[in-house]
């Protein structure tokens, strides 16, 4: 990381976990684990605990992102909700283009984009999600996906609009597997994404853009991870249900 050009930020993406009474065990154990945290803390909940999370986090250091938002405001869309709904609440931050929802949902780089513009628009940051699967790698497909992802995701922003959104570079290879990439493959991903939003914009605007790596990252390798110049934090799946976890990354990404 280098904090003196962006922020470090780590993201517990809770995916679809914890009722609101499990929410707010894990919240009330999350608060004083991460106090002191010299990073961006957030916590991204399913759309029943936003409301509970928004209110437990008043006054804390953590903030409160959703795991998606639909691309128009209002409409016949059932089971959407859409970005103004969440900022209304107190939601901040939103992850969007998550391998989870490209796989199961049928999210494509367009549907990314118009969701992001859309969030951008009500206010909320976006955290894009980006990355490749084992056979896109292993067939040395690797960069022409990033690379599309990344443009696609990014089509028609303004500058002004990327600076207010986050990239996670997540290898589908290693989200629940427990395989993580290694602190050289992340580091080299996430510069591979800092390039193309140089090409995009300029030199500058990529140096201030935060990218994290997700994909299994824990205690035990997050020190590593983090240490690598481009990786500037973590979007964690299972470590963040775990206060004692969460709260190790944090202080990894606070050094």
């Keep these: 990381m280098d904090k003196a050009k962006r922020a470090a930020v ?22 004083p684990a991460v106090k002191d945290a010299d990073c ?19 006054g804390t250091n953590i903030h409160v992102g959703a795991q998606n938002c639909h691309f128009k405001e209002s409409g016949a869309y059932t089971g959407e909700i859409a970005a103004n709904m969440l900022t209304e609440i107190g939601v901040e931050y939103v992850i969007l283009g998550h ?29 894009v999600c980006v990355g490749e699967t084992l056979d896109e790698r292993e067939a040395g497909q690797m960069e022409t996906v990033i690379v599309r992802q990344t443009e696609g995701a990014l089509k028609d922003f303004t500058a002004e609009e990327l600076s207010r959104t986050i990239i996670a570079y997540e290898p589908v290879w290693a989200i629940g597997t427990g395989k993580t990439a290694t602190a050289e493959q992340a580091n080299e991903v996430c510069a591979l994404i800092r390039a193309t939003v140089a090409k995009l914009f300029s030199q500058q605007a990529a ?7 997700g994909g299994s990252m824990n205690p035990k390798n997050c020190d ?10 973590g979007l964690i799946g299972g470590a963040a249900l775990k206060p004692d976890d969460f709260a190790a990354i944090v202080k990894a990404a606070s050094k």
């Design 10 to 31: 780590i993201a517990g993406n809770w995916k679809m976990n914890k009722t609101q009474a499990e929410a707010k065990t894990l919240i009330e154990g999350l608060i």
């Design 40 to 58: 961006t803390v957030i916590i991204c909940t399913p759309f029943t605990d936003l409301a509970l999370a928004v209110e437990m986090t008043k």
């Design 99 to 127: 391998s989870e929802r490209r796989q199961y949902f049928a999210e494509t780089d367009e549907t990314v984009n118009l969701r992001a513009k859309a969030a951008l628009a009500a206010g909320l940051k976006p955290i």
């Design 207 to 213: 140096d201030a853009l935060t990218i994290q790596y």
């Design 224 to 233: 590593e991870l983090v240490a690598q110049y481009d990786v500037d934090g």
